[in-house]
Nanobody
Framework: VQLVESGGGLVQAGGSLRLSCAAS????????MGWYRQCPGKQREWVAN????????NYADSVKGRFTISGDTAKNTVTLQMNSLKPEDTAVYFC???????????WGKGLLVTVSS
């Protein structure tokens, strides 16, 4: 499985960015696709996910109401629309795909998002 991310970049506080991720080589049953982020000097944290079977979405409290995740189960793609960005959203964002079998966990290379104040 390979995850290819696109989007990211530099934006002023209050602005918007859109991150996209496409998975290829998927031969496993997919449980979810989502996004994590790692802020400078901090551990990687979960941001949001899209569950394939139910098409349900889930968000970390820190982004709820500002970020929207959407997915296409057939195409194995996921998009994160980020609005009302804050400087504390500055991080490297990683796309993640989880299989239904425990331990099947795949990661993209990461995208830098920088929000200036």
């Amino acid at each position: 499985v390979q995850l290819v991310e696109s989007g990211g970049g530099l934006v002023q506080a209050g602005g918007s960015l859109r991150l996209s991720c496409a998975a290829s080589g998927v031969t496993i049953s997919v449980h979810s696709m989502g996004w994590y982020r790692q802020c400078p000097g901090k551990q990687r944290e979960w941001v949001a996910n899209f569950r394939s079977e139910s098409s349900s979405t889930n968000y970390a409290d820190s982004v709820k109401g500002r970020f929207t995740i959407s997915g296409d189960t057939a195409k194995n793609t996921v998009t994160l629309q980020m609005n009302s960005l804050k400087p504390e959203d500055t991080a490297v964002y990683f796309c993640n795909l989880k299989g239904t079998i425990f331990g099947m966990d795949y990661w993209g290379k990461g995208l830098l998002v920088t929000v200036s104040s």
